[in-house]
């Protein structure tokens, strides 16, 4: 099949795409590369179309729509610092790349749009492990934090309603962290690796006070790259019309023991120090996730095979750029 993935040069798109293409599917990538890197897919360069464009461009998204029978759109302004500094930014990315997919896939005669989204809509949500039907929610409009969540409730609308209600076949899938080498650098993972490394100076220490946001109470779900790409496409390619599926794994972990399993898996001993946590955080998250696995859905890396080769890549990096 013909396919156009939005956002196909991010981290999860280019693993998406990598996935597609070993299928056998024929796939064009639409991106502005603001934050997606073509490089990530060099070993499919030859099997794919790499179309450099924005999504608030309608005539642009048309034009990379043409001819084909899938469009996953998950271009959108990911990081939570940008949420905070460039709200405007997100919510017109957020919303009018949503709007010019959604009508570009019904003009072009699109069979399946696929939409990602994300656990930020449920807030904090009202029972964990969380299950789809979980009630989306803005709690505090005056937030920019919820630039991100709010822009991906109106992409939910938009996919369901205007493309679904038309004839779409709409597919939603909700990541839950995805972690991997070459994330970005706006995550929880790269953060504590890059302060691990500064503050352990350049891991030539192997024991520092690690200060920390929050008391790392907190939890979440964390999804090995390899397992959320594929997880993507059996979601948007095997999913029912209308579906919502979660991404992720069900192995619930708080903040403290990701850090010390970082510290760990780099030979460094923390001691945390807890601090203020910032407005707008969520205290408790994981997804159920047996609606994908009826599809066939099976995480295969756990955390700490993950992390080991996570922590590695981002320490290697950051080692780099020490004078
Ligand atoms: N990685 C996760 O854990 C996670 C969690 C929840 C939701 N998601 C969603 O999954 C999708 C992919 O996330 P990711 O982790 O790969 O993030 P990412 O930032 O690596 O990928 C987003 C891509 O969109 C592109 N993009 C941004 N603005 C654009 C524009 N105006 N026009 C064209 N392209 C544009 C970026 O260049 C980038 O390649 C996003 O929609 C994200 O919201 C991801």
Excluded at 24 to 49: C, M, N, Q, T
Excluded at 172 to 194: A, Q
């Amino acid at each position: 099949m013909q396919m156009l993935v939005t956002g196909g040069s991010g981290f999860l798109g280019a693993g998406l795409v990598r996935e597609l293409v070993a299928q056998g599917h024929a796939v064009r990538v639409l991106d502005d590369h603001s934050r997606g890197r073509p490089h990530r897919l060099a070993d499919v360069a030859d099997a794919i179309e790499i179309v450099q464009g924005d999504v608030r461009d309608a005539a642009a998204v048309r034009a990379a729509t043409d001819g084909c029978e899938v469009v996953w759109h998950l271009a959108y302004v990911n990081g939570t610092r940008y949420f905070y500094e460039k709200p405007d930014v997100v919510l017109d990315v957020g919303i009018k790349g949503a709007l010019n997919t959604v009508e570009a896939a019904l003009d072009a005669g699109v069979r399946r749009y696929v939409l990602a989204s994300t656990s930020e809509t449920y807030n904090e949500p009202t029972h964990v492990p969380t299950t789809e039907d979980e009630r989306l929610m803005i709690p505090d409009i005056t937030n920019p934090r919820f630039s991100y969540g709010g822009g991906k409730i109106a992409s939910e609308l938009l996919a369901l309603h205007l493309g679904g209600h038309r004839g779409l076949e709409a597919v939603i899938f909700r990541p839950h962290n995805i972690y991997g080498p070459d994330m970005g650098f706006e995550h929880v993972i790269p953060e504590i690796v890059g302060r691990i490394v500064d503050l352990s100076e350049g891991l030539t220490r192997d024991r520092i006070t690690l200060p920390i946001q929050g008391d790392g109470s907190e939890t979440r779900a964390f999804c090995y790259i390899d397992d959320g790409a594929r997880g993507a496409r059996i979601a948007g390619l095997d999913g029912e019309p209308g579906g919502i599926y979660h991404l992720g794994t069900q192995h619930e972990v708080s903040i403290r023991a990701l850090v010390e399993a970082i510290g760990a898996a780099l030979g460094v001993t923390l001691d945390i120090e807890p601090g203020p946590l910032r407005a707008g955080g969520t205290s408790r998250r994981c997804p159920a996730i047996a609606k994908l696995a009826a599809l066939g859905y099976t995480p295969a890396v756990d955390l700490t095979a993950g992390l080991a080769r996570t922590a590695r890549w981002y320490a290697d990096h950051f080692l780099s750029q020490r004078p």
